[in-house]
């Protein structure tokens, strides 16, 4: 895995959007962002609603 030195998960500040989640989960798994983006969308939009709270609080909780 391509995690960061700390070895656990960081936001990825540097390629950040919103907050730089879908960043830090491609940069810990070595995929690309934008596909992690995309797959996030798509399940957002097709009734995995749960992924916006998800998504606020890995933002908020993470590095």
Known sequence: MNSPA??????GKDNAK?????SGIANHF???V???RIA???ATLVGVGSLI????????IAD
């Open 6 to 11: 700390g070895g656990g998960f960081r936001l």
């Open 18 to 22: 919103l907050m730089g989640v879908c």
């Open 30 to 32: 070595g995929w690309d």
């Open 34 to 36: 934008t596909l992690v």
């Open 40 to 42: 996030w969308v798509v």
């Open 53 to 60: 709270p998800i998504y606020l609080a890995i933002g908020l």
